[in-house]
């Protein structure tokens, strides 16, 4: 088991939902985190939460559909702490609509956020885990990276692209000790986000994001590769940590 006292995360999407919860169990690990919102206020709400528990973090409010405002962000974060240990690319945006009714611009939208947001994130942290001989990177993934969903013609391609990614890089990063994977939630979850994509019968079974955190934070933690190239369920491995 790693150090948590040495050690630096970088997170999105954390001002709510599974991002924020993902934080607060890695914070809970020791962890120095990085933590990359939209949402000021919610963001700093965060921070406040984490610093008063003596955690030690920075917020950085970045708009991840901005390929520029991106890489300034990740920077920023790598400038401050050094090279991390780990990157969990959470955050996501899904607007339903039908395609007929999808504009190139609110297709960009989404996919960067998704997919462009990860490609740039990975290679500012590449090169410095590569120095490192250590790193993990994480992405969250859902049903839509590997079934259509009808008014999804954004997310779905974005989450199907995020696979592939993931899977070249664990081809590619295994020789430096850089494991990456993808995590699906393995269940409905409670979040700002889903609450309006889920049906009536999926809310009765729909578990809170805090229950799924604790994997995330386990796998950052990992000082050998237990798992490369793979799409992960953090509810069932959550589940088996709490056993």
């Given at each position: 088991m790693a150090d948590s006292k040495n050690t630096f995360g970088?997170?999105?999407?954390?001002?709510?939902g599974l991002g924020n919860q993902i934080a607060?169990?890695?914070?809970?690990?020791?962890?120095?985190?990085?933590?990359?919102?939209?949402?000021?206020?919610?963001?700093?709400?965060?921070?406040?939460e984490l610093k008063a528990d003596g955690v030690d973090c920075l917020p950085i409010t970045v708009d991840l559909s901005n390929a520029t405002h991106t890489q300034t962000a990740v920077q920023q974060a790598l400038d401050h702490y050094g090279t991390p240990r780990v990157l969990i690319h959470n955050a996501a945006v899904?607007?339903?609509?039908?395609?007929?009714d999808t504009s190139f611009e609110q297709w960009r939208t989404e996919i960067d956020i998704i997919l462009q947001a990860a490609f740039i994130l990975s290679k500012a942290v590449w090169q410095p885990m590569i120095d490192a001989g250590?790193?993990?990177?994480?992405?969250?993934?859902?049903?839509s990276a590997l079934k259509g969903f009808i008014k999804e013609g954004a997310y779905c391609p974005g989450k199907h692209g995020q696979e592939g990614l993931m899977k070249v890089l664990s081809m590619e990063g295994e020789p430096h000790n850089i494991a990456v994977n993808t995590f699906t939630t393995g269940a409905p979850i409670d979040t700002?986000?889903?609450?309006?994509h889920y049906t009536?019968?999926?809310?009765?079974?729909?578990?809170?994001?805090?229950l799924l955190a604790p994997a995330f934070a386990w796998l950052a933690m990992q000082d050998t590769i237990i798992h490369t190239g793979e799409r992960l369920d953090a509810?069932?491995?959550?589940?088996?940590?709490?056993t």
């Open positions: 970088i997170i999105t999407g954390v001002a709510e607060r169990a890695c914070a809970k690990k020791g962890m120095k985190l990085a933590l990359l919102d939209i949402q000021t206020e919610k963001l700093q709400q965060l921070t406040d899904l607007n339903e609509r039908l395609f007929k250590f790193g993990r990177i994480i992405y969250v993934s859902s049903g700002p986000m889903s609450r309006g009536e019968e999926q809310r009765q079974n729909w578990v809170s994001p805090a509810y069932k491995m959550s589940q088996s940590l709490m």
